[in-house]
């Protein structure tokens, strides 16, 4: 697959250089590299170890080394990465030492009819990073969580701020991924009273930007999947729900912030908060696109309902951390459909 642009990785350099001015002999580890946070987690890494010029080690695993190689054919070579084999069980296989330790591997093939794995695997996957953490002697800990550990927003909240005390519904089985994150979560800060080990927890909501999945359960995915192959693009309900998509770019430089200027166990928020309806999000993938595609709807909106939401209120992540949303959602529209474009080009 094609390198993120130039500008992107400069935007996440200039935004980040004061952290990684301090990073000269660090070692990092990424679980998760091959998905769409790693990828853009190592990515962001290397450029600044090159624009820097100093010795940082960047270090992932995967279950297929060859097809990661394949797919970041770009990044083969660069002695700054390693790439070991296996799954989140070989991690007691891996010597250290590693500074830090960031868990971005997650099952995100949710379905109710895999509760009792995306459960177990949460747990067994966050258990095995957090000992291999503690193993190799890391000083800070990045967990990805997700927004889901609220449960259902309700509809008459603006936005999910981290205080909010709601949860996913434990009496049905889709709330597997979100239960699974919150205890995740309490492992984390189980990890930390007992060892010290400074365990930062990001709570990621939706995001647009190169690497992004075209073919799981996400709006904007799909969307920009029907947009380039130039057919209808197809919203499953309604499309007056409320969604917000913060660009990648911006993902990285909050994700590396809070790795190493967050505070232990205190949850962040990690998304926009300016929110957009499902169905404006459709119209207007399918006219940046160029392909001129229609745009349908599965069902009638019911009167009086009102939309369902999907937002965090990003105010603590804002003024504890400093972190804006720098790229609005038509710039990175924009940018992502055109990266997928590329690659569209370089393939044929």
Known sequence: MKPISTEDLDHVFVKTNELWATLGGKRIFITGGSGF????????????????????????????????RRNAA?????PALKIHAGDLEALGQIEGPYDYVVHAAADTHVSPERADDILASSLTGTRAALDFARRVKATDFLFTSSGAAYGRQPVDMFGLAEGYQGGPDTTNPSSAYGEGKRLAELMCASCFAQSGLRTKIARLFAFIGPHLALDRQYAAGNFIRDA????????GGDGTDRRSYLY????????????????????????????????????A????????????IAQASVPGRLPARYIPDI???QTELQLQEWVPLTESIKRTIVWFQDQISSNA
């Open 248 to 283: 990648a770019a911006d993902m990285a430089i909050w994700l590396w912030t809070i790795l190493f200027q967050g505070a232990p166990c205190r949850l962040y928020n990690v998304g926009s908060g300016q929110e957009i309806s499902i169905l404006d999000l459709a119209q």
């Open 315 to 317: 105010a603590r992540t």
């Open 74 to 78: 770009h990044l083969v070579g660069n």
């Open 285 to 296: 993938i399918a006219k940046f696109s160029g392909n001129g595609n229609p745009v349908s």
């Open 228 to 235: 380039l192959r130039g057919e209808t693009v197809r919203i």
């Open 37 to 68: 946070v790693g990828r853009w987690l190592i990515e962001t890494a290397l450029y600044a170890q090159r624009r820097l010029n100093v010795f940082l080690s960047v270090d992932t695993i995967t279950r297929d080394p060859e097809q990661f």
